[in-house]
């Protein structure tokens, strides 16, 4: 199993402080943090850890965090190759968070909006060996369509988590296999509001409309209420969420993303799919931060083990995996 990620890395900074600061102020953290992060990097980090295959593109910006890429690749164990130098800065974010865990950041993208349609023609072989080529909107909306029409071409699934979310380019939508959003995208979508999406009992016409675009899945995360996956022609599967201690929720969509693309790729029926993308979910939030929190494939059996049938969809695997078009 081998999935390719049209990526993006951000270093995500943060700084813990007495209470938010104002415009013009000047306060002292009491602790730092930077963290290795970007959504496309967190999808891939946590594929990683559940044991698939990962190769993609990166851009790398050129300046005092640049090294830094290179190391969390090479600790990481991704090959250099991953990495596309491009002008400007590396993809970096602060945040000041106070005691409440209430927190304002800004994250500027830098070096991820310079990844090209060229760099994915330039890779062209390598994603065309992949089983599965996965995107976020983290990068650009050029490499993305090139990557997924060199996916359809070679038969391949698609898997895109279309956040921070932006105008949808119809020509990405037609050749996407899976769609993955949280609610507040999935009401930005047009789908409606998130309450009526985790209750609804047969596709709107919003979300048949987009199902007869081409998608074999479409899969709305609702934090703490789970999910829902939508298919053509199907009712919709529910998922709830798994009660867990929740201290973070970052990354959470990132690791329920990746373990909905490792167990379809192992060709787990739908239901299964979700309930353990849902248990990815669930663990990233256990822990503060994300690249620590993702679990590798032992810490999710081990969970879902220990979970019982009560948090299973009862899906008795309507569904395939995810099929070439
Ligand atoms: P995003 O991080 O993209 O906003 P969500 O918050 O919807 O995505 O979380 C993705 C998935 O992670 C959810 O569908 C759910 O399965 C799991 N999850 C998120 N928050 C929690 C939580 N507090 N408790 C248990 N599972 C959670």
Do not use: W, Y
């Not at 700084?15 to 415009?23: F, T």
């Not at 865990?101 to 349609?117: D, F, K, P, R, Y």
């Not at 999910?227 to 929720?249: E, K, M, N, S």
């Not at 679990?295 to 999710?300: E, V």
């Amino acid at each position: 199993m081998r999935v390719f990620v049209i990526g993006s890395f951000v270093i995500a900074c943060s700084v813990k402080v007495p209470r938010l600061p104002q415009a013009g102020e000047s306060l002292g953290g009491s602790a730092f943090r930077a963290e290795p992060g970007g959504k496309g990097f967190n999808l891939a980090l946590a594929a990683h850890r559940l044991g698939v295959g990962v190769d993609g593109l990166f851009a790398v910006g050129a300046d005092v965090f640049s090294p830094v890429v290179r190391s969390t690749f090479a600790q990481v164990g991704f090959p250099e190759t991953m990495l596309v130098p491009h002008a400007g800065s590396t993809g970096a974010g602060v945040a000041f968070v106070d005691p409440a865990g209430e927190n304002c950041l800004a994250v500027c993208l830098g070096a991820n909006l310079a990844l090209t349609a060229a760099d994915v023609r330039a890779a062209a072989d390598r994603v065309a060996a992949a089983d599965l080529v996965a995107a976020t909107f983290e990068s650009p909306d050029a490499p993305i369509r090139e990557a997924f029409a060199l996916a359809r071409a070679a038969g391949l699934p698609t898997l895109l988590n279309p956040s921070p979310m932006r105008r949808l380019d119809p020509a990405i939508l037609a050749d996407t296999t899976i769609l993955v959003v949280n609610g507040i995208e999935a009401t930005a979508l047009g789908l409606g509001p998130a309450e009526a999406l985790a209750e609804t009992r047969r596709p709107t016409p919003a979300i048949a409309a987009l199902l007869d675009g081409g998608l074999d899945h479409l899969v709305v995360t609702l934090g703490e209420r789970g999910a829902v996956a939508f298919r053509p022609g199907l009712p919709p599967l529910r998922q709830p969420a798994f009660p867990v201690a929740a201290v973070d929720t970052v990354g959470a969509g990132d690791a329920f993303a990746a373990g909905l693309m490792a167990a379809l790729l192992a060709k787990a029926p739908l239901g299964a799919a979700l309930r353990r993308a849902a248990a990815c979910g669930a663990l990233a939030t256990a822990q503060f931060g994300a690249f620590d929190a993702f679990p590798t494939a032992a810490a999710l059996e081990a969970f879902l083990d220990g979970a019982g049938p009560d948090a299973a969809s009862g899906d008795a695997g309507l569904s395939t995996g995810p099929t070439a078009r």
